[in-house]
């Protein structure tokens, strides 16, 4: 039990530490020193329990095969590269986060109640963004957001280094603020989360009640308590300028319903969303993004923005390079690149490139393990089961995360990442921990041979 407050409360602090990162960096200290305490006390917890098994399936192993793989990587980098001080930032902002998937997978090993709880952290920050969002969208709105200190600093940030008075009015001018509309600083970013957390909470408005878990709330009162918060989670998606976000949130709910038989659930539920954005006056809002992001004009391409998302011939000149090496340690290394260039709209697709072969195959077969993990547990746990509908969540969460990070990538920001690997945690153990019961349940109704 000790060791499990432990592992509770260090998952609770590096989730903090990662969504107020750039709140402690802009109002306390100004130092990315900020995101070294969560790995740097995952390790020290991991080497004081030397004894535990930490590597019994395949997840653990890619997740650990992930880490070492930026290590080498940032060795090579700090002997060829230029800027040694970017090659390590890489390594602590991409890699070192991944660390929490083991403290996640220890405190969720053997308990379904440890991963419930940690699933209602997901709703809790739900809420708060939910409240973060509208608040300063409010101040925003008003003209009030220079109060707000981290929107203070984007706007220093922004202007910084231009003297012209004119020149600096100009500047300003295309400076929008709603791009910072949240704690993570960056209105794409809260975009994602906003999505993500969408995801994972719906399933369970589509779950039927089960009074073998009583003592949870969340999930006994689900549709109460949860659709509210999935209808605020829609109103942000449509407020921030992340039209990505908002569009894989549209897919994952036609998926869900057309693949779990939901569909005329998943269509009510279309039609209340239909009717809460029509009486909050936000249809307005979505239909001018949805024109806009689609057949706006796109001055870098001389076309629409459509035409500019759909253009994938740049994308393929990208990965034509001069030096082989690139493909295999990637053009961050090689190429000294810290800020990935967006060479078309579609900016996943050029992280291969840029990150190296061996990340986008360690990343790829980790990717489709937990989707295999969903799909199994789907298939062969019965629907009023809780692990059935949070293997439904788990699903949903990566999806969205692939499919709102295909423009303008956010997943490697502070506190999604951290939120990413402590999934992937909990995946990894629900799935063992199911599949284990499964087989000892088959062992045990085997008739004996005569």
Not at 58 to 68: G, H, N
Not at 95 to 103: D, E, K, N, S, T
Not at 104 to 118: E, G, V
Request: aromatic residues 14%; positive net charge; hydrophobic residues 50%.
């Amino acid at each position: 039990m000790i060791q499990e407050t432990i592992e509770y409360r260090l998952l609770l602090i590096s989730m903090l530490i990662g969504f107020f990162y750039l709140v402690l960096r802009y109002t306390v200290l100004n130092t990315f020193m900020w995101v070294l305490i969560p790995p740097i006390l995952s390790l020290l917890y991991i080497f004081t329990n030397n004894k535990y098994r930490w590597l019994s399936n395949k997840m653990d192993k890619i997740i650990l095969y992930y880490i070492i793989n930026g290590f080498i990587i940032t060795l090579i980098g700090l002997l060829v590269a230029l800027n040694k001080f970017n090659i390590s930032r890489v390594f602590i902002h991409l890699y070192l986060p991944a660390l929490l998937y083991f403290i996640s997978r220890k405190y969720t090993a053997f308990s379904i109640n440890n991963i419930l709880k940690l699933t209602r952290i997901v709703w809790i920050i739900s809420i708060f963004f939910i409240i973060d969002i509208l608040i300063e969208y409010y101040f925003i709105g008003t003209g009030s957001y220079m109060m707000i200190p981290w929107v203070k600093e984007a706007v220093r940030e922004y202007t910084a280094g231009i003297e012209d008075a004119s020149a600096l009015e100009r500047h300003y001018m295309f400076f929008n603020p709603i791009m910072v509309s949240s704690i993570l600083t960056s209105g794409k970013g809260a975009g994602i989360l906003v999505a993500v957390c969408f995801a994972f909470l719906f399933p369970f408005a589509l779950r039927k009640r089960n009074n073998y878990y009583k003592k949870s709330e969340l999930f006994n009162n689900s549709k109460v308590s949860v659709l509210p918060v999935l209808l605020m989670l829609i109103t942000c998606s449509i407020l921030l300028p992340n039209f990505s976000a908002t569009l894989s949130i549209i897919l994952f709910l036609l998926f869900i319903g057309f693949n779990t038989k939901n569909i005329i659930k998943t269509l009510l539920f279309i039609i209340i969303i239909s009717l809460f954005i029509v009486l909050t006056s936000l249809d307005e809002t979505l239909i001018t993004l949805f024109i806009v992001k689609t057949i706006g004009y796109n001055p870098s391409s001389g076309g629409t923005n459509l035409e500019a998302i759909l253009s994938i011939v740049p994308i393929f000149q990208y990965y034509i390079v001069d030096n082989p090496l690139a493909i295999i340690f990637g053009k961050i290394i090689i190429e000294d690149l810290y800020i990935v260039p967006s060479p078309a709209e579609l900016d996943l697709l050029v992280y291969p490139i840029n990150y190296g072969l061996s990340w986008f195959i360690i990343t790829s077969s980790g990717i489709l393990i937990a989707l295999k993990y969903c799909r199994q547990i789907i298939k062969y746990v019965p629907k009023l089961n809780i692990e059935h509908t949070l293997a439904l969540s788990f699903l949903g969460f990566i999806l969205v995360m692939l499919l709102s990070n295909l423009h303008y990538p956010h997943f490697d920001d502070h506190g999604i990442v951290e939120l990413l690997f402590i999934m992937l945690g909990m995946l990894s153990s629900m799935h063992e921990m199911t599949f284990n019961r499964l087989q000892t349940s088959l062992i045990t109704n085997q008739s004996p041979i005569v």
